[in-house]
């Protein structure tokens, strides 16, 4: 009796077990344990423009991601940090380089078995490729373990603005209203032609006439468009008098 009785327990054990598994994977919480009063993480909608390089560790990347895409990163405790990983969405290869007819969730690491097809001649395993490694473009991706998304913009270089400045340099980049770094000013380049007159050069010009400067951003790792502006130089109205002896 008593055996019976402990048999219908771990029974029950059991199937509460597998209820708590089951509504983990419907839900997509992760069981992880935080530690009592530790912030979880909040993932943003969109990351805005980033740039991932080839050359990048896969840790470097996942860093870009954390601070890109969560919000609330510098309030995580650094066991909550340590323990980020991110998935995302694309297609599964073999090791022949034949892709999957259907995107596939893998870790951004890649190298990862993504899904499995039998064919009737035979079994086909897909595996993802390193993020790193896929070049710009939008990418949906995830926390492992949840199933909230977000959107990875991905770009070759950083979309920017050329404005007006006052002061030495004409112009200067700026990014939504901001101005970039002093770096990114020498990624600007000046053309300045005459107007009714023959001045075609990229340096300045010192003679009296209205011209036109051209501003482009070439290099480094912003874009913009090019802007337009005319200027006129002026004769110094000063008459020049020759100092008496």
């Given at each position: 009796?008593?055996?019976?009785?402990?048999?219908?327990?771990?029974?029950?054990?059991?199937?509460?077990?597998?209820?708590?598994?089951?509504?983990?994977?419907?839900?997509?919480?992760?069981?992880?344990?935080?530690?009592?009063?530790?912030?979880?993480p909040e993932l943003k909608a969109?990351?805005?423009?980033?740039?991932?390089?080839?050359?990048?560790?896969?840790?470097?990347?996942?860093?870009?991601?954390?601070?890109?895409?969560?919000?609330?990163?510098?309030?995580?405790?650094?066991?909550?940090?340590?323990?980020?990983?991110?998935?995302?969405?694309?297609?599964?290869?073999?090791?022949?380089?034949?892709?999957?007819?259907?995107?596939?969730?893998?870790?951004?690491?890649?190298?990862?078995?993504?899904?499995?097809?039998?064919?009737?001649?035979?079994?086909?395993?897909?595996?993802?490729?390193?993020?790193?490694?896929?070049?710009?473009?939008?990418?949906?991706?995830?926390?492992?373990?949840?199933?909230?998304?977000?959107?990875?913009?991905?770009?070759?270089?950083?979309?920017?603005?050329?404005?007006?400045?006052?002061?030495?340099?004409?112009?200067?980049?700026t990014k939504d209203g901001e101005?970039?770094?002093?770096?990114?000013?020498?990624?600007?380049?000046?053309?300045?032609?005459?107007?009714g007159k023959l001045y075609a050069?990229?340096?300045?010009?010192?003679?009296?006439?209205?011209?036109?400067?051209?501003?482009?951003?070439?290099?480094?790792?912003?874009?913009?468009?090019?802007?337009?502006?005319?200027?006129?130089?002026?004769?110094?109205?000063?008459?020049?008098?020759?100092?008496?002896?």
């Amino acid at each position: 009796m008593e055996e019976g009785k402990k048999n219908s327990n771990l029974k029950r054990f059991m199937a509460s077990l597998l209820a708590v598994v089951m509504i983990f994977s419907v839900v997509g919480i992760s069981p992880a344990v935080f530690a009592e009063g530790a912030v979880a993480p909040e993932l943003k909608a969109n990351s805005g423009e980033v740039i991932i390089k080839s050359g990048m560790t896969n840790d470097e990347v996942a860093q870009i991601l954390n601070k890109a895409l969560i919000s609330n990163y510098d309030e995580l405790d650094d066991a909550t940090k340590a323990a980020l990983q991110w998935e995302y969405k694309g297609y599964g290869y073999t090791k022949n380089g034949v892709p999957s007819a259907k995107k596939h969730w893998g870790t951004i690491n890649g190298n990862a078995l993504v899904t499995t097809v039998n064919y009737g001649f035979g079994k086909a395993e897909y595996y993802n490729r390193p993020l790193k490694d896929r070049g710009a473009g939008n990418y949906q991706v995830r926390l492992a373990g949840t199933t909230t998304e977000a959107t990875l913009v991905w770009v070759d270089k950083y979309t920017s603005e050329v404005v007006l400045k006052a002061g030495n340099d004409l112009c200067i980049l700026t990014k939504d209203g901001e101005a970039l770094n002093n770096a990114s000013a020498g990624s600007i380049h000046y053309w300045f032609t005459g107007v009714g007159k023959l001045y075609a050069k990229s340096t300045m010009p010192t003679a009296p006439g209205k011209y036109i400067v051209t501003a482009s951003v070439r290099g480094g790792d912003f874009f913009a468009m090019p802007k337009t502006f005319t200027f006129t130089i002026v004769a110094d109205p000063t008459p020049e008098v020759t100092p008496e002896a």
